[in-house]
């Protein structure tokens, strides 16, 4: 390894790479040169380290005030919470975060909950200049916001690194403002990688999260998470409100990929036109599948991307655009960011055959779902039992298809469920309407009756059901 000084003065002499806003602009963001990237981040980390670190980006680091009037601030419902601090007030909120310069006319990236709903955004500088920053664009669902402000002296940058490399084990530091102690610097490792079952509050939806146990508290969320060679591999976000030493960061790498589209104001999301579930144990054993990995599919929008490419529900994808797939979150993830009217191979397991299709990406539409058919089944008002099962189902009555856009030959509505009978155990409710089980479409109560008779006692089954205007599946073993 290179002796430690060496790569200080490196880090004082960044270039930038990065896509520019528009022609003729300066790159958005700045990376370190290839020469340093290769200075090894594993080793032995010396106390000199992690000041140095302090010492260079610190002044990259910010502290944002957010003000908002005459509105509350709702938190999470989840374990998880944002660590955002500040008290509420009767009729202002004022409330603080963290963000970090990324080029050095002044844009900021921070989180989307630091400044949504502001009515205005300080931003404080380390050497104490205060500024009136301007929102230039935020995206909700991954929790990221890029935000401005107008300065005549050039800002002290923090260098993105990649957040791919990093490993569970690696020491990595925090720099951020927990509860408005400004340029606190914490130290850490990381703790896993992939967490995309954090769920903070309102969001994100697209979770991939670093989790590390770098102190984080409220006032932290924005700031960034920061490895041994001096660049930024997370955004510091969510934590655990009653846990300690559980903190979460947005990998870099997703970030990287939506800033240009922050930079426009907007973020064009592609679109699959799919609602997905991720495998089960369960699930794989009912549908005959050797692995857990992969994306179920439980809905296919109608003349969606993924209908046009043949694409069913009960399909499990295994691959997009020739990348595995291991949980439902990365294909939601990878297709979202696919670029508009492209053409993407997907692989995907049907009936325990392995296929592969092309889809043609779409801009996401306003409305998803599309009604079809008209209703014709009759309504007889009889219950039938499923044995073995501990459920009743019958024929859904006309109101209830029409209102809920389900087209004809196809559905039972559940009437009862058993206590502590393999339904009830597997989460099946009153109302919920089963659609299929295993890749075999429920025409009616009597067919899907007939279904089950056929599957012998001790063995896995699974239903595709619809739940309100959420369909998934679920797998239990039948008695």
Known sequence: MRAVSSVWVLLLTLITFAPPINAGEPPLWTELPASERSVPIEGAVHADRFSKLAEVLSPAVVHISVTQRARGRAYGRTPFG?????????????????????????????NNHVVENADSIRVLLVDDREFTATLIGADPATDLALIKIAVTDPLPVAPLGDSEEIRIGDWVIAIGNPFGLDHTVTAGIVSAKGRKEVMPGRGPIYANFIQTDASINPGNSGGPLINMRGEVIGINTAIIASGQGIGFSIPVNMVKKLLPQLAQ?????????VYLQSVTRQIAQALGLEKTS????????PKSPADKGGLEAGDVVVA?????????SDLAWMASVAPIGSKVTVSYLREGAKKETTVVMASHPDNERQAEGEDTAPDNGKATSLDGIGASVSNLPRNLRKEIRLKPGI??????????????????????????VGYKV??????????????????????????????????????
């Open 82 to 110: 944002f660590p955002f601090g500040g008290a509420p007030r009767e009729q202002e909120n004022v409330a603080t975060g963290t963000g970090f310069v990324i080029r050095s006319d002044g844009f900021i990236v921070t």
């Open 265 to 273: 104001g907007k973020i064009q999301r592609a679109y699959l036109g």
């Open 294 to 301: 992969g994306a179920l599919i439980s809905t296919v929008f």
């Open 320 to 328: 997009f655009d020739g990348k595995e797939i291991e949980t439902s």
């Open 411 to 436: 559905g039972a509505l559940v009437e009862s469920v058993e206590p502590g009978g393999p339904a009830s155990k597997a989460g099946l409710r009153v109302g919920d309407i089963i659609l299929r």
């Open 442 to 479: 429920v025409k009616n109560p009597r067919a899907l009756a007939s279904l089950c008779k056929g599957i012998p006692a001790g063995k896995n089954l699974s239903f595709h059901i619809m739940r309100g205007e959420y369909e998934s599946w679920i797998a239990m073993k039948k008695e």
